[in-house]
């Protein structure tokens, strides 16, 4: 018989509960039976939500309190030393390690002061994972046994689950050495590791578990041979220990097909592909199938919002059904849930006909369950009927054509992704307009977003202040951080970005193509959530988004001041994209829109326009090969599309951060200027990569993430440093990202300091 299978629920609740939780024991207003009673609460509902839509197989260890990839370190004993010595609880040890902990000493208590572990992107998803940090002296021990306690704990409410715990391969080759271990390779770990693994295993298989789901998403990366050989130790080691739990090896976001060597013939019971993300792989994988193995076929979008196709699904998993039977398949969601917001009934502002084309985390479960009970002859017509017209309906729907923006992405040729004239000439049109010194200061954008901003921001929103007096007080705002750039003497300013509550959602309410939820959050990392914006139809610009804010800015002083935007591949990435078109096309849609809006803000007379591509380099497919070169052609020219239309004299700025990135990707964008996150990259290697970029570069000089101020010695430091190996005259100075989240107070003295040292080179060369 055919089974349904989820692979993981987000643990946020579907009101936030977790966060809110969290944040409340960190801020003291919550005790710790407080918060673990909250996470006790989610686990049982999400349990039972899976039980009664009728799921077979339901995820338990899918819950965290922080990041799963966190919850191992601890579970095993992966904690440097810096973490141990407070004799900190180990929920606090946790907390410690995924977000660093400043407190000073109580009657009880020492004070502690220690800094976060490294955070890095959780693939090619917006989720970020605490990153696993092995030493020498890393002593591999049992911490608890939180997989086992939350599987009894579900034993209790009369529910069987499947535990879910990242694979020991997977866990390594994603964690990296420490500073005082940097030859140790993580991966030499694994017989240290193997052990632990067994032994929880087997506390499960004793608890009552039949069957665990090990996840190993590395599987879809270009592993190098002794990762694939690893895969293969483990797994056979596995195979090799009596009671264990039936293995199901998970794998995500992407094909194994390059890596069917390292798994063919081991020992599990089933192997789990994800075929919404990469279908291609379906043959291969079912002829590397040993004769008694299971295929959990991932068919239900662990990724995105949009409807299943139930007809599409089913003839995927009725193939598998032909070549396997029916006890051998199972019909699963592609990943976990957890890159999913919880319940599309929370969305109380939705268009209705927009909402029948979504499916979020809730409605996934009776996907799943609607598939399986389909592939198994059980009577489904009515929701079969209700999907095909649904799908149907949005195929035609007035919200998704738009033949003059189709006709439109049709006519860009290579006129207009190319500027009038190379970078060496347009350099000197430049600097005769903006005559600017040696080491020229700017910022990102975004200044402190202060409480009045939000509270101003919100009685506008609910109608209690007019659009008048807001305008009002924008102008207020932007005009109080002209002055204070005026003050401090940076060259190049920006209006403050006080208006926008989110770089991409504030264009996305401006354009025609785009849905927003009110309640659509999906983790991001921690207690950080976001709530991307959805991109449902072809996207154009009704009307300019950015103009009037800036031109005022500019009104107010005689400096340059910079038009503010976020770029095509960001607007992309930070949202949910369609699945109807590629994401090519709806790159160089947004790139159109923003074409016009940089046209417009040059024509109003903004000199300097900037387009922000933080999410560039996460944007990158996570394999090698003919995806990812597409991607550097295409995501480049989006941003050349983007910023071409204006005149040579006219300065293009980019800003990237969150990422290392490939300058001669950089390179392919063309823009004037480029300031870059540097603050925490001390390896001369890594700057002297930037030297030959031809255009001109800001090395992000201070960690905008810190309340810290750096001195302006250290900043004098830091950029004695830099010149050593990257010239003069190419040297911008500025911070490594916006300040949006940093308190005036700081901003005030870390900029006066950064000023104070860009003159003071001025002076010496
Ligand atoms: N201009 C944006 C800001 O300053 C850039 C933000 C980002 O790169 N994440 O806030
Ligand atoms: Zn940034």
Same mark, same amino acid.
């Given at each position: !018989?055919?089974?349904?299978?989820?692979?993981?629920?987000?643990?946020?609740?579907?009101?936030?509960?977790?966060?809110?939780?969290?944040?409340?024991?960190?801020?003291?207003?919550?005790?710790?039976?407080?918060?673990?009673?909250?996470?006790?609460?989610?686990?049982?509902?999400?349990?039972?939500?899976?039980? *009664?839509?009728?799921?077979?197989?339901?995820?338990?260890?899918?819950?965290?309190?922080?990041?799963?990839?966190?919850?191992?370190?601890?579970?095993?004993?992966?904690?440097?030393?810096?973490?141990?010595?407070?004799?900190?609880?180990?929920?606090?040890?946790?907390?410690?390690?995924?977000?660093?902990?400043?407190?000073?000493?109580?009657?009880?208590?020492?004070?502690?002061?220690?800094?976060?572990?490294?955070?890095?992107?959780?693939?090619?998803?917006?989720? +970020?994972?605490?990153?696993?940090?092995?030493?020498?002296?890393?002593?591999?021990?049992?911490?608890?046994?939180?997989?086992?306690?939350?599987?009894?704990? #579900?034993? *209790?409410?009369?529910?069987?689950?499947?535990?879910?715990?990242?694979?020991?391969?997977?866990?390594?080759?994603?964690?990296?050495?420490?500073?005082?271990?940097?030859?140790?390779?993580?991966?030499?770990?694994?017989?240290?590791?193997?052990?632990?693994?067994?032994?929880?295993?087997?506390?499960?298989?004793?608890?009552?578990?039949?069957?665990?789901?090990?996840? *190993?998403?590395?599987?879809?990366?270009?592993?190098?041979?002794?990762? &694939?050989?690893?895969?293969?130790?483990?797994?056979?080691?596995?195979?090799?220990?009596?009671?264990?739990?039936?293995?199901?090896?998970?794998?995500?976001?992407?094909?194994?097909?390059?890596?069917?060597?390292?798994?063919?013939?081991?020992?599990?019971?089933?192997? +789990?592909?994800?075929?919404?993300?990469?279908?291609?792989?379906?043959?291969?994988?079912?002829?590397?199938?040993?004769?008694?193995?299971?295929?959990?076929?991932?068919?239900?979008? @662990?990724?995105?919002?949009?409807?299943?196709?139930?007809?599409?699904?089913?003839?995927?998993?009725?193939?598998?059904?032909?070549?396997?039977?029916?006890? /051998?398949?199972?019909?699963?969601?592609?990943?976990?849930?957890?890159?999913?917001?919880?319940?599309?009934?929370?969305?109380?502002?939705?268009?209705?006909?927009?909402?029948?084309?979504?499916?979020?985390?809730? &409605?996934?479960?009776?996907?799943?369950?609607?598939?399986?009970?389909?592939?198994?002859?059980?009577?489904?017509?009515?929701?079969?009927?209700?999907?095909?017209?649904?799908?149907?309906?949005?195929?035609?729907?007035?919200?998704?054509?738009?033949?003059?923006?189709?006709?439109?992405?049709?006519?860009?040729?290579?006129?207009?992704?190319?500027?009038?004239?190379?970078?060496?000439?347009?350099?000197?049109?430049?600097?005769?307009?903006?005559?600017?010194?040696?080491?020229?200061?700017?910022?990102?954008?975004?200044?402190?977003?202060?409480?009045?901003?939000?509270?101003?921001?919100?009685?506008?929103?609910?109608?209690?202040?007019?659009?008048?007096?807001?305008?009002?007080?924008?102008?207020?705002?932007?005009?109080?951080?002209?002055?204070?750039?005026?003050?401090? @003497?940076?060259?190049?300013?920006?209006?403050?970005?006080?208006?926008?509550?989110?770089?991409?959602?504030?264009?996305?309410?401006?354009?025609?193509?785009?849905?927003?939820?009110?309640?659509?959050?999906?983790?991001?990392?921690?207690?950080?959530?976001?709530?991307?914006?959805?991109?449902?139809?072809?996207?154009?610009?009704?009307?300019?988004?950015?103009?009037?804010?800036?031109?005022?800015?500019?009104?107010?002083?005689?400096?340059?001041?910079?038009? !503010?935007?976020?770029?095509?591949?960001?607007?992309?990435?930070?949202?949910?994209?369609?699945?109807?078109?590629?994401?090519?096309?709806?790159?160089?849609?947004?790139?159109?829109?923003?074409?016009?809006?940089?046209?417009?803000?040059?024509?109003?007379? %903004?000199?300097?326009?900037?387009?922000?591509?933080?999410?560039?380099?996460?944007?990158?497919?996570? /394999?090698?090969?003919?995806?990812?070169?597409?991607?550097?052609?295409?995501?480049?020219?989006?941003?050349?599309?983007?910023?071409? @239309?204006? #005149?040579?004299?006219?300065?293009?700025?980019?800003?990237?951060?969150?990422?290392?990135?490939?300058?001669?990707?950089?390179?392919?964008?063309?823009?004037?200027?480029?300031?870059?996150?540097?603050?925490?990259?001390?390896?001369?290697?890594?700057?002297?990569?930037?030297?030959?970029?031809?255009?001109?570069? @800001?090395?992000?000089?201070?960690? %905008?993430?810190?309340?810290?101020?750096?001195?302006?010695?250290?900043?004098?430091?830091?950029?004695?440093?830099?010149?050593?190996?990257?010239?003069?005259?190419?040297?911008?100075?500025?911070?490594?990202?916006?300040?949006?989240?940093?308190?005036?107070?700081?901003?005030?003295?870390?900029?006066?300091? !950064?000023?104070?040292?860009?003159?003071?080179?001025?002076?010496?060369?």
């Amino acid at each position: !018989m055919v089974q349904s299978a989820v692979l993981g629920f987000p643990r946020i609740g579907p009101n936030r509960e977790l966060k809110k939780a969290t944040e409340g024991y960190w801020n003291g207003k919550i005790t710790v039976d407080e918060l673990f009673k909250v996470g006790k609460d989610l686990r049982t509902q999400n349990w039972k939500l899976q039980k *009664e839509a009728g799921v077979d197989i339901i995820p338990s260890n899918d819950f965290s309190f922080y990041d799963q990839v966190l919850d191992l370190s601890l579970l095993f004993n992966v904690i440097p030393d810096r973490y141990t010595k407070y004799d900190l609880s180990p929920i606090d040890t946790l907390f410690a390690m995924g977000r660093g902990l400043q407190r000073k000493a109580t009657e009880t208590e020492k004070a502690v002061d220690v800094t976060a572990l490294e955070m890095v992107k959780w693939f090619d998803s917006n989720y +970020h994972y605490v990153r696993p940090t092995f030493s020498k002296t890393t002593q591999f021990k049992l911490n608890g046994q939180k997989p086992v306690d939350e599987f009894l704990e #579900a034993k *209790e409410l009369g529910i069987h689950t499947r535990p879910v715990l990242l694979g020991p391969v997977s866990y390594l080759f994603l964690g990296k050495a420490d500073k005082d271990s940097l030859d140790l390779e993580p991966l030499s770990l694994l017989e240290q590791l193997l052990p632990l693994y067994t032994e929880i295993l087997s506390k499960l298989a004793s608890a009552g578990a039949t069957e665990v789901q090990i996840d *190993e998403p590395v599987l879809v990366l270009d592993l190098p041979a002794n990762a &694939q050989a690893a895969i293969k130790k483990a797994y056979t080691y596995f195979g090799e220990q009596s009671n264990l739990p039936k293995i199901t090896l998970a794998t995500y976001f992407g094909t194994v097909v390059p890596n069917l060597d390292a798994i063919k013939g081991l020992p599990v019971a089933a192997l +789990h592909v994800d075929l919404v993300r990469a279908p291609e792989q379906f043959d291969e994988v079912v002829a590397a199938i040993g004769n008694k193995q299971t295929l959990s076929v991932g068919i239900v979008d @662990g990724r995105n919002i949009w409807k299943n196709d139930f007809k599409k699904s089913s003839a995927i998993v009725n193939k598998a059904i032909e070549k396997l039977g029916a006890d /051998r398949v199972v019909v699963a969601t592609s990943s976990s849930l957890l890159h999913t917001p919880v319940d599309l009934n929370n969305e109380t502002k939705l268009d209705a006909e927009i909402k029948g084309f979504f499916s979020f985390a809730t &409605q996934k479960l009776d996907e799943v369950v609607v598939i399986t009970k389909n592939v198994s002859g059980q009577d489904v017509a009515a929701a079969l009927e209700a999907n095909a017209k649904s799908v149907e309906s949005r195929g035609k729907s007035k919200f998704i054509h738009d033949a003059a923006v189709k006709a439109r992405v049709a006519s860009i040729d290579e006129k207009m992704s190319t500027r009038a004239a190379p970078f060496e000439q347009r350099l000197p049109e430049q600097q005769k307009v903006f005559n600017l010194p040696l080491f020229p200061t700017t910022t990102i954008g975004s200044f402190p977003q202060t409480k009045d901003i939000r509270i101003n921001r919100n009685k506008f929103n609910k109608g209690t202040i007019s659009a008048e007096e807001y305008e009002k007080f924008i102008n207020s705002e932007i005009e109080k951080v002209i002055r204070f750039q005026e003050e401090i @003497g940076l060259d190049v300013l920006v209006h403050g970005e006080p208006e926008r509550n989110d770089m991409v959602q504030y264009f996305g309410e401006q354009i025609n193509g785009y849905a927003f939820t009110v309640n659509g959050w999906v983790q991001s990392y921690g207690s950080r959530y976001v709530r991307p914006p959805i991109i449902v139809g072809d996207l154009s610009r009704p009307k300019a988004m950015s103009v009037k804010e800036s031109v005022y800015a500019q009104s107010i002083t005689s400096k340059p001041v910079k038009g !503010m935007l976020t770029g095509p591949i960001t607007c992309l990435r930070w949202s949910f994209p369609r699945d109807d078109v590629d994401q090519k096309t709806q790159a160089m849609q947004l790139a159109l829109a923003l074409r016009d809006e940089v046209n417009d803000l040059e024509a109003a007379g %903004i000199k300097v326009i900037q387009v922000d591509e933080p999410a560039l380099r996460e944007g990158l497919p996570l /394999r090698e090969g003919t995806e990812r070169s597409a991607y550097y052609t295409w995501a480049a020219e989006a941003f050349r599309v983007a910023t071409s @239309g204006v #005149a040579n004299k006219t300065q293009i700025h980019s800003h990237f951060c969150y990422s290392d990135l490939d300058p001669n990707h950089i390179k392919a964008l063309d823009a004037d200027v480029v300031s870059i996150e540097f603050s925490k990259k001390d390896d001369a290697n890594y700057i002297a990569e930037f030297k030959n970029y031809p255009n001109h570069i @800001g090395l992000g000089l201070f960690d %905008i993430h810190s309340p810290r101020i750096p001195s302006k010695d250290e900043f004098i430091a830091k950029i004695s440093t830099i010149l050593k190996s990257y010239p003069a005259e190419k040297f911008w100075v500025n911070p490594d990202c916006g300040l949006k989240t940093r308190g005036w107070e700081e901003t005030r003295l870390s900029l006066t300091h !950064m000023v104070e040292a860009a003159k003071y080179f001025r002076e010496q060369y």
